[in-house]
């Protein structure tokens, strides 16, 4: 690992501070071409049905229309990351009220919006199933017909109806764990469905050229991605597919596959203009996707004196109207079944189910959240069956270094005890609280949690410029977190250079390295990393042509500040030669332009005999732990049940901070967000029909339900295996957010609550509950 220096480690301000202050941020929404028009969708009202066609003549009457699409301008091309079962556009059936049937491209937005509602599908409705219980009666209406006949990555389940995904797994021998426990509790704990709330809607924008190429702006957390799916679904080369990032308003997840894109290709074909698609607030809500509802009951066995020795679990996960990247979710989740923590007696078995809803896909923390809500929940309620202090419980029992991870894989860095230690001082633990407002309960609690930062592959190209400055080429998206900062604090670190002197080019197919997407807390780690073995190729070329210019040998030079290389000792100690000239003499003189590449892929071998799994989708693409701890101080008002957090201490390792500024904030706002997952957000469904689609009634935090201070620490501990020390920590905050507020509830109320979101009629029903 290199030595940090320069710029790592200084809370710089974001390379786009400025265009985002002054407005003058470019995102699709904004884009507008010559000739552009404007596209609007049509929605199905029905959960289920088979479409039995349409009458587009009054909406092509509309003066300033000049194209419409449906499924049947579409063949049956199908795209998915895990399961190919999903079209550009509805064809033949609809399942979930909401989903794209038509679209409309005109003149001007509301002339598309009045066009769209003069389009008539007619529909032969079919019975819907809207929940899990319903989705897996044998009785129950098949979604997907074909299910057999997709393409998959995984060993799916075969006659299974409307499950999609059934994984299994065991560790050790569960049954003796628990013979051999003296205290065993049992429960299930229910989640629900969280909208990503992402402040930019989806947005699209193609336009295709003379040749037949078509290029795609649009809202997406990976470009490449982007570029896969409409290469699926509509059958285009990719060589004739260009997609690239302009600025992007959020995404939790909910970008990182296709969104509007494919409509947006489909109406610029037709139309034989460019055309954008920018969805309404209703619309994003009621077309895109949500975080998984379901439940999870949990089994726990402990000795008497706080060893953790069997988990059992069983986890059922709703996935909507298509796989998306339920699978995948389902197994992460299940990948964290026992937490950060040593059982090393474990049996699990989850499940993804289709229902007639909208579909559920991958959400900061990718099915970690619902885990850890559970696993820490039950954690606290061992340690009162116990008697034992909650973290006192979670250390005796942290995983520790060299331990095999759940599935095999060797954990190589752990800083939870120390995570621990450091909360136990900073929150006060022992201390007693501040007495309750008058009316309120006061309560404490805690939460671990741990992550990972490594994620499948990705590339990074950097090219000396002639003046001696640094072009970076990643594929990585900024989609608001700040890694573009990042990045580039880490190119200037490795050349010595200032911020000033790193050009970060847009995410663009047809110019930058694959990278798989802005997901899974992996760009700072991977990309990094990439970026980091680019840079070490271009400084051996910049130390081997400055030692030739300065006639002295490759290991007397050294880089120095500035954009030079400097003699280090002997006769000409001092001598120095710029960037620039270097620069100069590569491609005017020797050997030719100074670049630098690599590609890098996760690959952490599991011990297969570690674990006994069937129906999993490979893990060895996933590593690099990291781990954390959260506690938080609550209200909880003795008449309404109504919470409010009061206190938030934070405490998560993160390797080496690139930007500590950035990761305090990344910290504070995985936090909040998951305050709104543990008190107010919830998507809710009458018979398939989202019944909050707006935030009017779909209630996220404000300033009013934040605390005054989220204290945030920072556990430095340099990650080995990066060459600038660093780990990610996009998600690892919002994972263990609700399970400390839950747990702090039931503190304060003396019961636990064991349905998210802890809604005031929840907490004041458990209150009231004998």
């Not at 702006?217 to 004739?240: D, V, Y």
């Not at 002639?466 to 990045?487: F, K, M, P, R």
């Not at 989708?617 to 990291?626: D, P, Q, R």
Request: proline fraction near 6%; charge should be neutral; hydrophobic fraction near 45%.
């Amino acid at each position: 690992m290199n030595t940090p220096a320069g710029p790592i480690g200084q809370s710089l301000p974001r390379l786009e501070a400025a265009e985002k202050a002054s407005g003058a941020a470019l995102y699709t929404g904004d884009m507008v071409l010559p000739g552009m028009l404007h596209g609007a969708i049509v929605q199905s009202p029905h959960a289920h049905a088979r479409i039995l066609g349409y009458d587009l003549s009054a909406a092509l009457a509309v003066p300033g229309v000049r194209a419409t699409v449906t499924g049947d301008d579409v063949d049956y091309r199908y795209m998915g990351l895990v399961v190919k079962d999903e079209l550009a556009i509805a064809k033949g059936k609809v399942r979930y009220i909401g989903e794209p049937v038509a679209a409309v491209a005109a003149v001007d937005i509301e002339t598309a919006r009045r066009a769209a509602a003069l389009i008539e599908v007619r529909y032969q409705p079919l019975p819907a199933v809207t929940a899990i219980e319903e989705a897996i009666k044998p009785e129950a209406p098949i979604l997907h017909e074909d299910f057999a006949k997709y393409a998959k990555i995984y060993d799916a389940p075969t006659n299974r109806g409307n499950i999609l995904a059934h994984s299994v797994a065991t560790q050790g021998d569960p049954g003796k764990g628990f013979a051999a426990a003296d205290v065993v509790v049992e429960a299930t704990y229910q989640i629900a469905a969280q909208y990503h709330a992402y402040m930019e809607p989806v947005a699209a924008l193609a336009a295709f050229d003379p040749s037949g190429k078509v290029t795609v702006w649009s809202s997406t957390q990976s470009i490449f991605r982007t570029q896969a799916n409409l290469h699926e679904c509509l059958g285009m080369p990719m060589t004739k597919i260009r997609c690239i990032a302009p600025r992007v308003g959020g995404g939790f997840g909910g970008k990182s596959e296709a969104t509007v894109q494919p409509i947006a290709v489909l109406l610029a074909r037709k139309a034989k203009a460019p055309v954008r698609v920018v969805l309404s607030r209703v619309e994003d809500m009621t077309t895109m996707r949500s975080r998984h509802p379901g439940w999870i009951r949990l089994k726990t066995g402990a000795t008497r004196d706080g060893k953790l020795v069997a988990r059992e679990c069983e986890l059922w996960f709703d996935g909507g109207a298509y796989a998306d990247d339920s699978p995948a979710v389902m197994n992460f989740a299940l990948f964290f079944v026992r937490g950060p923590y040593d059982i090393p007696n474990v049996h699990c078995e989850g499940y993804a189910v289709y229902t007639n809803k909208l579909r559920a896909g991958a959400f900061r923390g990718f099915g970690n959240p619902q885990m850890s809500f559970a696993s820490e929940c039950q954690i606290d309620e061992l340690a009162k069956k116990l008697g034992m202090d909650p973290l006192e419980l979670r250390r005796r029992n942290a995983l520790p270094k060299g331990a095999k991870w759940f599935g095999g894989q060797e954990v190589k860095e752990t800083a939870l005890v120390e995570a621990l230690d450091t909360i136990r001082e900073r929150a006060g633990w022992a201390k007693p609280m501040p007495p309750a407002s008058p009316g309120k309960k006061r309560g404490r609690g805690i939460a671990c949690m741990a992550h990972s930062s490594a994620f499948l592959s990705t590339g990074a190209i950097i090219r000396l410029q002639n003046d001696g400055t640094i072009a970076l080429q990643v594929g990585a998206v900024d989609i608001g977190q700040g890694s573009d900062t990042a990045l580039a604090q880490m190119a200037a670190s490795a050349f010595l250079l200032p911020v000033e002197q790193i050009n970060l080019s847009t995410p663009d197919t047809d110019a930058v390295p694959y990278n798989s997407g802005t997901n899974a807390s992996r760009v700072t780690y991977m990309v990094g990393k990439a970026v980091g073995e680019a840079a070490g190729k271009v400084r051996d070329q910049l130390l081997e042509h400055g030692a030739a210019m300065l006639a002295v040998k490759r290991e007397e030079v050294a880089l120095a500040e500035g954009g030079r290389v400097v003699v280090t000792g002997g006769s000409r100690r001092n001598a120095e030669v710029s960037f620039a000239d270097i620069a100069g003499r590569s491609i005017w003189a020797v050997g030719g332009p100074i670049t630098g590449s690599s590609g890098v892929m996760a690959q952490y071998l599991m011990d297969q005999g570690h674990t006994k799994m069937s129906g999993w989708l490979s893990f060895e693409a996933v590593g690099i732990f990291t781990f954390g701890a959260q506690v938080v101080e609550v209200e909880v008002d003795e008449v309404t049940g109504a919470v409010e957090v009061t206190r938030a201490v934070c405490v998560h390792d993160v390797g080496r901070a690139i930007n500590p500024g950035a990761t305090i904030g990344q910290i504070q706002g995985g936090f909040v967000q998951g305050l709104g997952y543990g008190l107010c957000e919830e998507m809710v469904w009458e018979e398939g029909r989202l019944a909050n689609p707006s935030f009017m009634d779909y209630k996220i935090p404000s300033a009013l339900e934040v605390p005054a201070e989220i204290e945030c620490v920072l556990i430095e501990k340099p990650e080995p295996s990066h060459p600038f020390g660093a780990r990610g920590v996009g998600e690892p905050p919002l994972v263990g957010a609700a399970a400390a507020i839950a747990n702090a509830v039931a503190d304060a109320i003396g019961k636990p609550v064991r349905q998210l979101p802890l809604t005031p009629e929840r907490v004041l029903g458990a209150m009231l509950k004998p």
